[in-house]
């Protein structure tokens, strides 16, 4: 979405990557301008879908850039309202299927009511918002929320490494010619 909103252009979004760019607009958009419908609502499960929101939010972003005569990858008026509508619809989803694991785990005897704990990592933890629905949720329902600071929450590139740098210390399913390998860091 902050792609397609060209967020990177934007004057408050210089140099942070799409979901900060969403979070820091969407804090003086107005969410309730858009609604957009939520993903897997006839699914009673906890899988998680952001394709079809995608498609919605990208939706009204092609209306609004023809509305105001503006062409793909110019600043629309309505950016800050898009983001927060966005990052609203976006962090339901999430709360809703987490509430729905979170009853599975429980109605299930996974977890014990007691002591029961809720760990959210990566990148979608940095997110304030999101992480304050979350907390919520957990205080709801007698959860403890465990989340990295802010500044270790980061892509899931760099968890994937660290799991690689584990796997190396164990021996376990690691090449150790990298012969044949190219790789190019970022």
Known sequence: VARRLSL?????????????????????????QYSFRLPLQQHRNCHFSFSGLQNLVYKVITEKE???????GEILCCVKDIAAAAQHAVAFHIIQRTYRAMLFCIKNNILSSKNATLVVSGGVASNQY????LQTLADANDFALMCPPPRLCTDNGVMIAWNGIERLRAGFGVLYRTDGIRYEPK
Do not use: T, V, Y
Not at 13 to 26: D, F, N, S, V, W
């Open 8 to 32: 990177s252009k934007h004057p408050e979004c210089q140099g942070m990557a799409g979901g900060r760019a969403i979070e820091h607009l969407a804090q003086a958009g107005n969410g309730r």
């Open 66 to 72: 023809k509305e105001e005569g503006i062409q793909e």
């Open 130 to 133: 999101i992480r304050k629905g």
